[in-house]
């Protein structure tokens, strides 16, 4: 059963603030008269965000500029109940992706112009765009599968009809230096052309101590074409391609959290600002190596009753009680600063990715036909220190081995080692659309979707002794490392689908829609490492494992929405939504013993919505409630067995929790949004499972009762604007917001170390702009309070200590911004 003071403290929330919540980014701008309303695209079709029965945060290019969201991640102190994880993982509602599979897929369906990008573009900046929207709630009939938690849609600005140019250029510290730019060509009556630009330069938020030097820097570069060509009057066809380079020393996490244990490397109970216990006993890095030198010395011919002092002799030796240390060997005591590091292996991130996009739009009659066709290209390399530190290890004598794929170390006496994880992608995909304008009662949308996704990927680890094996055994680098190795991974799908909406009267409206999904993964997969290429009678292409997994799956909508006719209000509407959402299913990891399924079932989310949409004073005022029920059927959730092999199942929970927005212009230039959420979740099936891989008991643990991670109960954001005249063609505008979420969980599994506390963000612009729009120019802080909050926290292995790697917010920036418009 849900907690009943929860349950109370939603009810309360709805009862006293009526009709609250405004889709507060759902508005262009203030304008003295009131609030602009967004036209946005939702229902693949346009309407006014206050007339869509869908809780939407819908963002313009103006609003983007004003609340200084730049990317993804900026996105959260938006968007009620919505938190973004550094490596693009959306969460919406508590809805996420908690199974442990490379095969598994998010919850969030990521769209670019109308096309879904199965790998995530986290990386990308946010500029020249027409907006953003955020869909939240399961959106399965329209979208498809993957929608569970909601949908985003990013537009960029498409040509039009006049010669203009768009250039702004910001200047920031950790020497941040960021340039975009746009030219819009209309090169015949016909054809238009717009290209854009970004490109973005800083130093590393995060100080590694070991080598000085600062690391988590960004170097990338985007450009993007668009054109249009009017065939006709009835047809156009928009032509879309971006290319993204980066090239940085990017990474996912950094600092450590943990509290030494003599046993595990570091307590699982308990969390601190300290290095694992270089001696722990269960599963160390240095039991390991000694087993490996054992079978390195068999594999040098050495006499089984020498192996013994050949390992002593060549087991590199730990310094005594601390894992990390000075290049001189002498310790070194952790930071209890997230942002301060010691490794001895610098991070290295690289990525290209090309997305190109073909849409055709042809009218005729009453309909509107839609085609769009598209392929997605990425490849990636993110190189990093397996032990994120500098080892406690060191040989007695300087020794040679193999650090990278690029980096062969020698003469050395310090212990290393890398892992380097690579990955390439191709998404190919077409979906057709036909929808009805007819001037009656009733209007349609029929579509059929299809996309054929294939992945290959490898992780590698480098550890010295492995590297010796390779030597000794004469074998390419890439074979002295322990790896595994996917070299096909793929996702075939297809869907048919529609949306009817019906005017039942001229103030009530009922909408439904079906879909229906068939899916197929498949993969080929292997693990190996030295001491497989060791044995003359190991055969590579033999220890390749193949599994898949077909689902199929209908998913619909049921909703109705009433125009009221309130007395205190402008425009009023209300509206209850039934929904179904579809989540893949996956494939469990090759390594996983037979106790284990070979696949795990889809996830379902059955949810009901009830929404108010409200707009008062003249159109100053708008206040938007929503409430929500989860029912989530199947969760998909990652756990181990006994042997410590991870695999995938499928449990139980609830979510419920209610948004409010409110936008006001109370005066001509004075605007101020709030946004309150609330959340309830809980898992209502009992799983028991070892927490993970980190945990050393082998005591299952039962999850029920548990909430969700990434899930916080409260959220609250709340911002001010102010613009006035300066006279002689300026106006300045002052904006101060602020964001606030409660404690939340990392994991679903809600141990002590996996608890986070609340943070809060504040930031401030003061901007200058001409009437006539050509210069601008903006000064910002953002996290005033520098403080160092922590956004998530993922749980190392084994072999490493069990310590905890957090997701650090940015920290304190600052910057000016000069931008220049001609047209």
Not at 146 to 171: W, Y
Not at 551 to 565: P, R, V
Not at 590 to 601: I, K, L, N, Q, R
């Amino acid at each position: 059963m849900m907690r009943t003071f929860k349950r109370l403290e939603l009810w309360l929330a709805i009862t006293s603030v009526p009709f609250l919540m405004v889709e507060a980014a759902a508005q262009d701008q203030v304008a003295v008269s009131g609030l602009e309303e967004i036209v946005v695209t939702a229902e693949k079709r346009e309407a006014t965000a206050q007339d869509t029965a869908i809780a939407i945060s819908a963002f313009s290019e103006t609003m983007l500029n004003e609340l200084d969201i730049e990317n993804a991640l900026d996105i959260q102190f938006a968007v009620p109940n919505t938190m973004v994880a550094a490596n693009g993982s959306y969460n919406i509602r508590g809805v996420g992706n908690n199974a442990l599979s490379s095969s598994s897929d998010p919850g969030t369906g990521v769209h670019v112009n109308g096309v879904y990008l199965t790998q995530n573009p986290i990386q990308l900046e946010y500029y020249d765009l027409e907006g953003i929207e955020v869909l939240r709630g399961p959106q399965g009939t329209l979208y498809g599968r993957n929608t569970t938690a909601g949908v985003v849609n990013v537009k960029t600005r498409r040509p039009d009809d006049e010669f203009a140019v768009d250039l702004s250029t910001e200047i920031g510290s950790f020497n941040s230096i960021r340039t975009t730019g746009a030219v819009n060509l209309p090169l015949t009556d016909t054809i238009k052309q717009r290209f854009a630009f970004n490109t973005f330069n800083r130093d590393g938020y995060t100080e590694n101590r070991f080598d000085n030097k600062d690391i988590d820097g960004r170097d990338q570069f985007s450009l993007r074409s668009s054109t249009t060509f009017t065939l006709s009057e009835n047809t156009e066809v928009f032509l879309f391609g971006e290319y993204l380079k980066e090239d940085s020393d990017r990474t996912r996490s950094v600092g450590v959290r943990c509290k030494a244990d003599a046993e595990l490397g570091c307590s699982d109970t308990e969390t601190g600002f300290e290095y694992p216990n270089s001696s722990f006993t269960n599963g160390s890095l240095v039991n390991t190596t000694r087993f490996i030198f054992s079978r390195l010395g068999a594999a040098l011919g050495v006499p089984p009753d020498q192996i013994p002092a050949f390992v002593a002799a060549n087991v590199p030796s730990t310094r005594p009680n601390h894992y990390n240390t000075n290049p001189d060997g002498s310790p070194r005591a952790i930071s209890t600063d997230p942002r301060t590091v010691d490794l001895d292996y610098r991070p290295h991130f690289d990525l290209e990715d090309l997305l190109v996009s073909l849409e055709v739009n042809h009218s005729f009659g009453d309909y509107t036909f839609t085609s769009v066709t598209a392929f997605h290209d990425r490849d990636r390399d993110l190189r990093e220190d397996f032990d994120n530190g500098s080892s406690s290890l060191a040989f007695s004598t300087p020794v040679s081995y193999q650090l990278d794929a690029e980096t062969f170390l020698t003469d050395t006496t310090a212990y290393r080692s890398s892992n380097e994880n690579r990955e390439s992608s191709e998404q190919i995909s077409q979906e057709l659309r036909l929808a009805s304008y007819f001037s009656g009662d009733f209007n349609y949308t029929l579509g059929v979707f299809w996309m054929d996704f294939e992945q290959s990927a490898r992780s590698t680890f480098y550890f010295p002794e492995l590297s010796f094996l390779g030597q000794f055994l004469d074998l390419p680098a890439q074979n002295h490392t322990f790896d595994f190795f996917t070299p096909n991974f793929e996702t075939k799908t297809w869907a048919v689908f529609s949306e009817g909406y019906w005017d039942l009267s001229e103030r009530l409206k009922l909408t439904a829609g079906v879909r229906y999904t068939e899916e197929e993964k498949s993969i080929r997969t292997k693990q190996e490492s030295a001491f497989d290429f060791a044995d003359p009678t190991y055969d590579p292409d033999a220890a390749f494992v193949e599994d898949g997994g077909e689902w199929e799956e209908f998913t619909g909508k049921l909703g109705i929405n009433y125009q009221a006719d309130v007395a205190f209000t402008d425009a009023s509407m209300f509206y209850a939504t039934l929904s179904r959402g579809y989540k893949g299913g996956g494939i469990n990891p090759g390594a996983v013993a037979s106790a284990a399924p070979e696949t795990f079932d889809p996830e379902y989310i059955n949810a009901l919505e009830l929404g108010s949409k409200n707009t008062l004073l003249d159109r100053r005022l708008q206040l938007n409630a929503t409430l929500f029920f989860y029912q989530y059927d199947g969760l998909q959730v990652g756990g181990v067995l006994a042997n410590s092999d991870v695999f995938n199942t499928n449990v139980d929970a609830e979510v419920q929790g209610a948004e409010f927005e409110l936008v006001a212009a109370p005066l001509d230039g004075l605007r101020i949004n709030l946004n309150l959420a609330l959340l309830d979740t809980e898992v209502t099936e009992r799983f028991e499972t070892a927490p993970d891989v980190t945990t050393a008991s082998p005591d299952p643990v039962d999850i029920r009762g548990n909430e969700l991670p990434f899930a916080p109960e409260r959220s609250l954001q709340l911002g001010v604007q102010y613009s006035h005249s300066l006279g002689r063609n300026w106006d300045i505008t002052y904006r101060a917001q602020s964001y606030w979420q409660d404690e939340f969980w990392a994991r679903l599994y809600n141990t002590p170390n996996d608890r986070l506390d609340s943070w809060s963000q504040t930031d401030l612009t003061v901007s200058l702009s001409q009437t006539s729009g050509t210069w601008g120019v903006e000064a910002f802080v953002k996290n005033i309070e520098d403080d160092a909050s922590l956004a998530g926290l993922s749980a190392e292995g084994a072999l490493i200590g069990r310590y905890r790697k957090p997701n650090v917010l940015e920290p304190r920036t600052y910057g000016v911004r000069v931008s220049y418009s001609y047209f």
